[in-house]
């Protein structure tokens, strides 16, 4: 039978994870102190650790790793703090994978199997990285979409393969890829980030390729490529998907034969440059409509890597306020806050934006607010608006919400109609504030604004 020791800061933690592997047939050993655990670890024999990173102790998660690798354990590490460091640190350590918490159970329980099942095969443990650990990222966000982006970007650490980064707009493509340098050997040498879709085609060959004297009318003088400035280092073709099918060829061939030509040119210059590029459009449904090489879509996407929208990670939403809201307080010498109201609300904005919509907003939020706290009537009324639609939507509204916007009422209108809908079916007032997201002190303004206070407890 494989035996698992478990390790968490939490009794109750250690508890219900024994319960999970027990059923899964597993013998368990559970330790709520890092030093019980290495104890354990040089006393008894294991084949996997699973600890959680932070266990509130000069030791962590990362020095159990460290003392399990040279006895031959494999270790999953958990975390409730996910962050890009945190995964490539564990990589470079050698643990064998990371969840963030809350774990998915059936996640979890198949990541055990996986890495019991390649212990009794007799698989090795992952080589240690040779390179040092990246600089500091600015990626924020530890709900397990961003888990998945970390992990990718840390086993890409002694890889030189291309990388395909697609997201939406303002999802932070151009920042995964500066994390992917930064991670990377090549992290001393340049990171050179060009929009391909800013440039018409004939620019941006000039630009990428470099151009000869008297290639074109104003090229007065030889000039290098980026392709060039970039050597040894990193290229980061942003917005791919808006090139032309006669670019998209000349782009094949460098990435092929690792070498360019400048327009108008002759000599053929080698290149050591690794190409990420990134886009907000659907490659494979290009190659199906024969506006995007097939056999560049693939030399590509050798890696590809999907940037989750805002939506789809809402729990990153509070980092993401708290990080730009102190970014503003450090650059303008001055302390911002956010009413919990207003703050409420901002949290569940579906920023169709993503992360560039809510740094913007973030932004101008400070600078009107000059140093005041920010209140909901602060914010933008397409941020009320789409908060108040959504929550209209919610399950039990029924017919009752068609009536509320059939005639496309105001911001005003439709507040005054959802507050009166909820006194028609809530009589406590707290229960009222708890669905409107905000104090029994505005509630009670709310009500004698409209003139729904009566009958109301």
Known sequence: MARVLVVDDSQETCDLLEELLENMGLDVAKAVHPDKAIQLLHQESFDLLLSDINLESRKD???LLREAKPLGVDTILLSGFGTLETALEAVKEGAFDFLS?????????ALVARAIARRQSGGQGVEEAASPKAKRSLMIGSSPRMMTVYKTIASLQNSRSTVLIIGESGTGKELVA???HLSSDRKDRPFVAVNCGALTESLLESELFGHVKGSFTGAVSEKPGLFEEASGGTIFLDEIGETSLSFQVRLLRVLQEQEI?????????????????????????MVKAGSFREDLYYRL????LEVPPLRER?????????????????KDHRVY?????????????????????LMNAVENLTQLSRGRE?????????????VLKRALRQPGAGDEVSVLTEDWPTLDQLEQRYIQLLVSRHKEKQRIADILGVDRTTLYRKLKRYGLHEGTE
């Not at 996407?301 to 590809?304: A, L, P």
């Open 337 to 357: 806050v956010i009413h919990p109201e207003a703050r409420h609300v901002l949290e569940r904005y579906s920023w169709p934006g993503n992360v560039r919509e």
């Open 374 to 386: 920010i209140t909901v009537d602060d914010l933008p009324r397409k941020i009320q608006a789409d």
């Open 101 to 109: 918490k809350p774990w998915n159970n059936e996640e979890l329980k």
């Open 261 to 285: 030509r400048r327009v108008g040119g002759t000599r053929t210059i080698k290149v050591d440059t690794r190409v990420i590029a990134a886009t907000n459009r659907d490659l494979q449904q």
């Open 314 to 330: 809402g729990e990153d939403v509070p980092l993401l306020l708290d990080h730009f809201l102190a970014e503003s307080s450090r």
């Open 301 to 304: 996407s050798v890696v590809e």
């Open 61 to 63: 998660g990362l020095d």
């Open 178 to 180: 500066r994390s992917i």
